[in-house]
């Protein structure tokens, strides 16, 4: 029996044999989406004038290891394409071809002026912007017998453009797709950056005389449609189910709803207050400074000092929360003074905020925390990145939180982050939790020290052989 490769049976079915002029495929990380976005094109291999580009936002989503290039790699070199690196471009043995290119900055959809692509393919279309799709629709145009036509996967976001523009197939109410409107098809015009939207070609025509109507559809899908990831890989569900509350909702349930707001990133349902905490573990304590006294009315930043400990089985502890609104002098004076109370076994984790003046500052309190375990933490992504894993690990029942008078107001903070007035304590706690695991690890988490940028995940599809 010779090579078969095809989509599996459910959404990367449908979503390869639909007729729109432009298909988005989306839903949960590992769906299959960036297969059927590959796989799409070989529809074609027998036309020697068939061409398209596939897109992602920047060039290390397309070469970095076990992206979409790899992706490509392994797929097209069982049917004999030939691959050219340096310009991220397949040979196809009939002659067409596909290339993978980026669209970094707005300016770069001017690199196509005057191409003709009859196949364009966005993988993770949420991450372009709404006019750099339309403007490479305007390239979307073909005489190699093949009408122009527009493929997208994306994972839900609900700021995306493309939330509002796949609003019919999304249930307003909960942000889960409606069922039943997975894969029909819908017209649209756009008149003055408007769209219009209608059931059928038909309608719109007869309302705008003269006008070209597009033919758009969602396909919805989830992990677990992807029987084939997960016969190969079981543990990839469990990768997702231990994301934070808010990345879970998106990457594996498939909700477009959901965003960082109070009480998603943190519930006090999830801590358990307790009289007595475990004396064995590595015990931290981080600074989230600020030296700014409370005067003429103000309400500056806090200096929060937020102490825990991990034990042997990865629990964790909170110990303790020093906070206050005090002068840069004082909050010297606090740092000393509390890190003589916590002891030698504790680590003392210092913030570097960016640029030099920062580092200078860090220095300086490794001077005058002289005899004591100081680690100096860079810190350059948000501060939602920054609390996620503590939040997932929260989430779990595994963050216990010991008995004090700090206990109210730190608790209130974190459920009204991020959209409380002060998020001071909850920096310290995400900076007290990633100091935590570096001690384990050896350098510090990415969710600390990398710029934010939205989570990708690639989707892994499936062959059938």
């Not at 078969?4 to 989306?26: H, K, L, M, S, Y």
């Not at 939602?384 to 503590?390: L, T």
């Not at 350098?443 to 990398?450: G, I, L």
Request: charged share 25%; with cysteine; proline share 5%.
């Amino acid at each position: 029996m010779g090579l078969v490769i095809g989509p599996q049976p459910g959404p990367q079915e449908i979503f390869n044999r639909t007729p729109a002029d432009v298909a988005f495929f989306g839903g949960s990380a590992g769906s299959g989406k960036s297969f059927s976005l590959l796989y799409e094109p070989l529809r074609h291999l027998e036309n020697p004038l068939m061409s398209g580009v596939i897109f992602r936002r920047t060039s290390p989503q397309i070469t970095n290891p076990g992206a979409l290039w790899d992706e490509a790699t392994k797929l097209y070199s069982k049917i004999g394409a030939q691959f050219k690196s340096s310009v991220t471009t397949v040979l196809f043995p009939l002659g067409m071809k596909i290339k993978f290119s980026h669209l970094e900055h707005e300016k770069n959809v001017y690199d196509w002026q005057g191409a003709q692509i009859p196949y364009i393919g966005f993988d993770e279309v949420t991450h372009f912007t709404e006019s750099q799709f339309f403007y490479m629709m305007s390239r979307n145009r073909s005489d190699s017998g093949v009408a122009g036509y527009i493929r997208a996967t994306c994972n839900p976001d609900a700021d995306s453009w493309v939330r509002q523009f796949l609003d019919w197939w999304i249930d307003p109410v909960t942000g889960y797709p409606i069922d039943d409107r997975s894969g029909v098809l819908r017209w649209f015009i756009r008149l003055n950056d408007q769209m219009i939207w209608a059931d059928s070609k038909e309608e719109l025509q007869a309302k705008y005389s003269g006008c070209l109507p597009k033919s758009v559809t969602y396909v919805s899908a989830l992990l677990s449609d992807n029987k084939i990831l997960m016969e190969k890989d079981p543990g990839y569900l469990a990768n997702l189910m231990s994301l934070p509350y808010v990345e879970r909702m998106r990457l594996l349930d498939g909700n477009w709803n959901i965003r960082p707001a109070a009480g998603n990133v943190f519930k006090k349902s999830w801590f358990q207050v307790i009289d007595a905490a475990t004396t064995t573990g590595k015990t931290v304590r981080y600074w989230d400074r600020a030296a700014t006294e409370n005067m003429y009315g103000k309400n500056p930043d806090y200096t929060v000092g937020v102490k825990l400990r991990r034990d042997k089985d990865g629990l964790i502890t909170i110990l303790d929360v020093v906070r206050g609104q005090w002068s840069s002098l004082k909050v010297e004076e606090m740092i000393k003074n509390t890190a003589s109370q916590d002891g030698q076994d504790c680590t003392i984790g210092i913030e570097v905020d960016p640029g030099q003046a920062g580092k200078a500052e860090a220095n300086q309190y490794s001077r005058l925390l002289s005899g004591y375990n100081v680690k100096l933490c860079p810190v350059r992504a948000d501060k939602i990145s920054r609390a996620g894993p503590v939040s997932a690990q929260c989430e779990a029942g595994n963050v216990k939180i010991l008995k004090g008078i700090w206990n109210k107001e730190f608790l209130d903070e974190l459920e009204a982050f991020p959209e409380g007035v002060k998020d001071d304590q909850v920096d310290a706690l995400s900076g007290a939790f990633n100091l935590s695991v570096s001690l384990l690890t050896g350098e510090f988490t990415s969710a600390m020290a990398k710029p934010s940028h939205k989570q990708v995940t690639t989707s892994r599809g499936g062959m059938q052989w």
